[in-house]
């Protein structure tokens, strides 16, 4: 992928997952570029369909654009970093990440975000004042190359 682009993802996105908020400061493995459509379903590679992605929500996502509501047992489509505003589906209860929304539950899901290694990382990222990073992030964001 052209370096401008993925240099262009990463400085919207903060330099954090736009699935988990993890700060790809603290991530020992490179964050990835996501299709959020994925290209197996005809999501082209612009600006409006990547994001940054940590490898594991990456991995887990897969080319999957939809999930199972795990409250009301439907089909329903998942979080969109372009589209969806991530406040309105997510909300952080300490190192654990509530989905608000049928979308935000089916994503959480899906990605597996609430991973016990996942959950273990951010409360000692919360230990150590680096998480969640949102709003410092966007107070100061990261210069990049
Ligand atoms: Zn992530």
Known sequence: MDAALVASVTRRAHAACE?????????????????????KHGGPTVLENL???????????????????PESGRIV??????KDRWNKHFHWDGPVLVG???VGRATLAV????????VTLRASLI??????PTE???RHPPRLP
């Not at 699935?19 to 290209?39: G, R």
């Not at 994001?51 to 509501?69: M, R, T």
């Not at 230990?127 to 969640?132: A, H, S």
């Open 127 to 132: 230990d150590e004042g680096l998480f969640p």
């Open 77 to 82: 489509r998942l979080y969109h970093p372009r």
């Open 136 to 138: 410092p992030a966007l």
């Open 111 to 118: 990605l597996v975000i609430n991973h016990p290694d996942a």
């Open 51 to 69: 994001g940054l992605a940590c490898f594991y929500c990456n991995s887990h996502k897969g080319p999957n654009i939809a999930g199972i509501d």
């Open 19 to 39: 699935y988990c908020q993890l700060p790809q400061a603290v991530s020992s493995i490179p964050f990835e570029i996501d299709h959020i459509i994925a290209q």
């Open 100 to 102: 608000l929304s049928a």
